[in-house]
Every structure is written in structure tokens, then in C-alpha cells.
């Protein structure tokens, strides 16, 4: 596992311990391409954002972070190169926050916007890279399940790909999830049924949500795992030898696109209200990181109640196969005999026996495509 969980750092000479500059260092890099990604959103609004997102955004605050970003990179960039006496950290971080400092910085003047078809969603890539990564690198560094395992641990930047692409690509992943139910489906839309569920109040709708939506998704789930062919797509999510809140990432985007759509059906055809809808989509994208995530937490009678990372983590495990489909909702688990969950112990070995799944980005894309590959 040592040997694992430093062969990133050791690729770049760097020590781990406190002190040394890695942290500094990492930090750094991490507050420039922040600060980079959001002065060229800025920059190209039209091409990059989001357009539902833009009249949202609070340019104020958002400039302010920018200049702290900028200037936690030049200082972070420095302190690691103090520190370390080594390059590539420190001098990637203040590389990163001069170059957003030569295209305006804070400051920047906010480009046109002409309304183009098609866009990129850098800001919604890199506004849930920091949000996620504000709130879930914390909870690992206070509450590790496996302490020594750190961020950088064999596969890393393949979930972060995973997690970048997904994310760029937001405009097509999310037409492809929404548009099949209307398309398909609209037969099955009874006007009076959905006017009584989108009568109910909030909370409820959220709670039917939830039970619908999980119910669904324990469906596709086993569907991914029993049919070969699905399974070769979603054998790339299983690939995972090591868990953590980057980890949930890895899905294929022809997995997550078609589990999406399937799953968003039964919410088109009882109408639900587009607040509680919200809410889950808000839900589901905390909830199924934290599955993930390597926290040690104790849930007590929880743990049957609600979908828990020792739950899903025991989904990921090399040994036994096929259990605990569900991902919010363990009692569907136990209504369809597929629920494991043995008292306060986690799974020895994550991933798939005899790890078929090739690790680089591209080669998963193809994966499931090539004929014994
Ligand atoms: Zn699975
Ligand atoms: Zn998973």
C-alpha cells in the first residue's frame, strides 16, 4: 500500500511529510488552475459556461476568490519551492497564477455573449471540482478510513479525467438523459395523475423521489451487472481498486448517460414538481461521492436506512460480487435478497477479479467496444 500510495509523489522526487513543499506545492497548482479556468470563462463566456448558470453566477464573490486563488498560488508557489528546492510544483503554481494575471486576473473584462448552440462546460467542471473538493477532502483528511492511502493514489488521474470530461460535456449528457422520456414516453402521461403529484407538498414529492428514483436505478444497476455486453461498460465504474470521493467518477459515459435517462423516466411520467427534482439532483450528485469516499463513519441503525460508503464500498469489492445494487435506499436490497452488509467490516479488495479493465482514460472509453480487450 506504501509503495502504491507514493509512487505519484515519487515520480516528481518529492517527500510527503508535512514541511517538505509537497503540500504547499499541490496546493498551489490547485488554486492556479482554478484561478486560470475561471479568468478564461470569463474571458469566453459564449464557448465555456453554462448558459442556465451564468445570470446565476455572483461575479463579486467570484472575482474576489479569483484574487485569492491567484495570490494563494504565487505564495503557496513559492513556499514550495523554498521548501522543497524542487521545480515542477512550485513552479507550475506560479506559472498557472501569471498567466491568469496576464489575461486580466480578478479584474478581467467579461467577454460577449452570442447565445452559440453548443458550449463547454468548463465552469460547471471546475465549480463542482471545488465545491466537491472543498467539502470532501476535508472529511478524508479528518475522518480517513484508510489514512495512508492520500489523494494521489494509483488511478487518480484517471477518475479525475472521468470527472473532467463528464463535466465539459454537461450539455450533451444532460440533452441525452432528458430528451429520450419526452421522446418515448410520452404516451404514458396521464394530465390528471401528474397534476395530483405535483399537488403534494415538497418534502413528499422529495421522499417519492428518492424511493422512485432508487427503485429505478436498482433495476438498471442489476440490468449493467447480468446483461455481458452492459456489463462492459460498467465494468469500468468496478475497475476501482481504491476508494475515495474521485473514485465514483469513473463511469462511462454510455453507462451514466443511459442510467440517467432510464432513471429520469418515471419522474417525467408522474410529473413531479421541478423544486423536489432539483433538490434530488442536488441530493444524488453529494450523495453518491460520499459513497464513495474513504471516511470511516459510524451510522449505527442508519447504516439499513440510507445508502452509507461501507454499503456501496462492499458493492465494489473483489469479493462476494453482486450485492447492494441500490444507492440510497439498502431495504430494496433486502426486498430482492441482494443485500450484504456484515457488521462493522469493510471489504478486504476493491475492483474485479483478475482487474481486466486497462487503466489510461482512452483505453476504458474503448473498452467495451473492443472485442476481447
Ligand atoms: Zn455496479
Ligand atoms: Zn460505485
Known sequence: MTARRGAGSAALGYERRFGSGWTSGVFAVSSGVLALGAVV??????????????????????????????????????????????????????????????????????????????????????????????????????????????????????????????????????????????????????????????????????????????LAEYAIHRLFHRVPWLWRFHAIHHSSRTMDWLAGSRIHLVDAIVTRALAFVPLYVLGFSPGPVYAYLVFVSFHAVFLHANVYFRFGPLDHVIGTPRFHHWHHAVHPVDRNFAIHLPVIDRLFGTHYLPPGQWPGDYGIAGHPVPEPYPRQLVYPFVRGG
Request: with cysteine; glycine share 6%.
Open 41 to 214: 470563462c470569463m474571458l469566453f463566456p459564449d464557448l465555456l459556461t453554462t448558459p442556465d448558470a451564468r445570470p446565476l453566477y455572483p461575479l463579486a464573490a467570484i472575482r474576489a476568490l479569483v484574487h485569492f486563488l491567484i495570490v494563494a498560488a504565487l505564495g503557496l508557489g513559492t513556499l514550495s519551492l523554498v521548501l522543497s528546492r524542487r521545480l515542477p510544483l512550485g513552479l507550475a503554481g506560479l506559472a498557472l497564477a501569471v498567466v491568469a494575471l496576464l489575461l486580466g486576473g480578478s479584474q478581467v473584462e467579461i467577454g460577449a455573449v452570442s447565445g452559440r448552440p453548443a458550449w463547454i462546460g468548463l465552469d460547471w467542471f471546475l465549480l463542482n471540482l471545488f465545491v466537491l473538493g472543498l467539502v470532501f477532502v476535508p472529511l478524508e483528511v479528518l475522518f480517513a478510513r484508510l489514512p495512508e492511502q492520500g489523494f494521489f493514489r494509483v488511478g487518480w488521474l484517471t477518475d479525475l479525467l472521468h470527472f473532467m470530461v463528464s463535466h465539459l460535456l454537461v450539455q450533451v449528457t444532460v440533452l441525452l438523459t432528458l430528451a429520450p422520456a419526452a421522446l418515448f414516453f410520452r404516451w404514458a402521461v396521464d394530465s390528471r395523475l401528474q397534476a395530483a403529484v405535483a399537488a403534494q407538498p415538497a418534502v413528499v414529492q422529495f421522499v417519492a423521489i428518492v424511493v422512485v428514483a432508487d
